[in-house]
T-cell receptor
């Protein structure tokens, strides 16, 4: 599975949009982009995933560039409860493992 | 969404004893479950992949005789840490893959089990 690169940490003001970038320049054609987050001392929580089209659900939006080498997770109106570590993971559609990198620490501040 | 539970949520044990952690998928069937370990301020590290009715597949460097995994049903997998030592103290997290969403590969995670070995 392709590796991903994310910034170590980001700050965001409460109520503003949080845009979390992820680079996955070696992504293959059959690999999806997954986003999970982990709030302190809890298990990871699934957020969203996509292949090449932009995706939106009740939690977030996922914007994938046309060449699929990078993506951005958007939390439209960040709240204090969105403070967490956000993981961008690339995995083949028939693959099994989710391999976690270091992720991005998002701090939402009032 | 799908719910995965773990029991216990935390456990303290003496060095040399064995500890069993349960992982259950509550509202879906999981043919595959995964066990992760997370040390403080570190990311999750995959320990093993557990398939119902067959032997678990361990990641490189994980001792299969120390971390016994059983996946006897479509809703339950157990991890037993045998002869635990202080260095086994960690946050153990399981995840389960919904058999009904195999193509998209969503995995749902349990809340984790905090193990402290004295």
């Amino acid at each position: 599975d392709a590796k991903t690169t994310q910034p170590t940490s980001m700050d965001c003001a409460e109520g503003r949009a949080a845009n979390l970038p992820c680079n996955h320049s070696t992504i293959s054609g059959n690999e999806y982009v997954y986003w999970y987050r982990q709030i302190h001392s809890q298990g990871p929580q699934y957020i969203i995933h996509g292949l090449k089209n932009n995706e939106t659900n009740e939690m977030a939006s996922l914007i994938i560039t046309e060449d699929r080498k990078s993506s951005t997770l958007i939390l439209p109106h960040a709240t204090l409860r969105d403070t967490a570590v956000y993981y961008c993971i690339v995995r083949a559609v028939y693959g099994n493992k989710l391999v976690f990198g270091a992720g991005t620490i998002l701090r939402v501040k009032s | 969404g799908a719910v995965v539970s773990q029991h216990p949520s935390w456990v303290i044990c003496k060095s040399g004893t064995s500890v069993k952690i349960e992982c259950r998928s509550l509202d879906f069937q999981a043919t595959t479950m995964f066990w992760y370990r997370q040390f403080p301020k570190q990311s999750l590290m995959l320990m093993a992949t557990s398939n119902e009715g067959s032997k678990a597949t361990y990641e490189q460097g994980v001792e299969k005789d120390k971390f016994l995994i059983n996946h006897a049903s479509l809703t339950l997998s157990t991890l037993t840490v045998t002869s635990a030592h202080p260095e086994d103290s960690s946050f153990y997290i399981c995840s389960a893959r919904d058999a009904g969403t195999m193509s998209s590969g969503e995995q749902f995670f349990g809340p984790g089990t905090r193990l402290t070995v004295l």
